[in-house]
């Protein structure tokens, strides 16, 4: 359990900043604007356990048109509601501290805690929740009809939400997305994310894995849209060899700027 608890911790979004225009569509440079709220609601599953279901809710709030601050929050269900667990909730903020044309970066900061309850689980079970912190910097240039951006992230996880001794996890994450504008409609997005353990036992037993992922995203008007998205991921073991995760993972979401 505390290794899925590990794995959802990871799974918790880093924020994303603006897009030319302040369109919510995907775009990962995209931002919440001054006084503007926006929601993205995921539902996700995997083609080996189609029976059960993750639900998502990120929500955001533009204090300035620098700074936002964000909620996010994971549930899930499996075998038609036997089995139901409120993940992973998350609490961020978002700073743009460079807005130079193009050229954006964002400074990302996260606290986050999983799982919070679950079946035969006490609520926030100190036997099981894990607590993650998360900083690092998000940027990258926003083109005509394309973006492209990048991430260096730091974790710490650990079963104490203040205590960041030997006891925790500590890890790295690089990662890359980009989107393509095909028309005034539609778009593609793609990313890839790599996460390093950085605790010397740990970078022994697993050198990392690799998330990847592809998509598409129809624009309903300059203030929704609804996209779908494949997921695939890719461990790097201790000999050196990789190994793909049976499967691949499907979602579909729906944004709203408001």
Do not use: C
Not at 196 to 214: C, E, P, R, T
């Amino acid at each position: 359990m505390k290794k899925l608890a590990f794995t959802s911790l990871l799974a918790v979004l880093a924020v994303s900043g603006a897009h030319a225009g302040n369109i919510i569509d995907g775009n990962p440079l995209y931002r919440p604007a001054e006084g503007r709220f926006y929601s993205i609601t995921s539902l996700e599953t995997h083609s080996k356990a189609v029976d059960a279901v993750t639900l998502g809710e990120e929500f955001a709030y533009g204090i300035t048109d620098d700074m936002a601050v964000i909620i996010g929050t994971t549930a899930a269900q499996a075998d038609w509601f036997d089995v139901m667990s409120w993940n992973e909730l998350s609490l961020g903020i978002n700073y743009r501290f460079l807005d130079e044309g193009a050229w954006k970066m964002d400074f990302l900061a996260n606290y986050s805690m999983a799982p919070v309850w679950g079946d035969h689980e006490e609520f926030m079970d100190k036997d099981l929740t894990l607590y993650g912190w998360t900083a690092g910097v998000r940027g990258g240039y926003v083109g005509e009809g394309f973006t492209i951006a990048g991430h260096v992230l730091f974790d710490y996880v650990g079963d104490e939400s203040f205590n960041w001794g030997d006891d925790g996890l500590h890890m790295m994450r690089f990662g890359i997305d980009g989107q393509l504008v095909l028309n005034d409609s539609w778009n593609l997005v793609a990313g890839a994310e790599y996460t390093a353990y950085v605790d010397g036992d740990m970078w022994k037993q697993n050198l990392g894995s690799w998330d990847l992922m592809f998509g598409a995203n129809y624009n309903i008007d300059e203030t929704k849209f609804v996209g779908a998205y494949i997921t695939r991921e890719v461990d790097h073991l201790d000999a050196g060899d990789w190994e793909i995760a049976d499967g691949f993972g499907m979602g579909v979401k729906f944004g709203i700027d408001f």
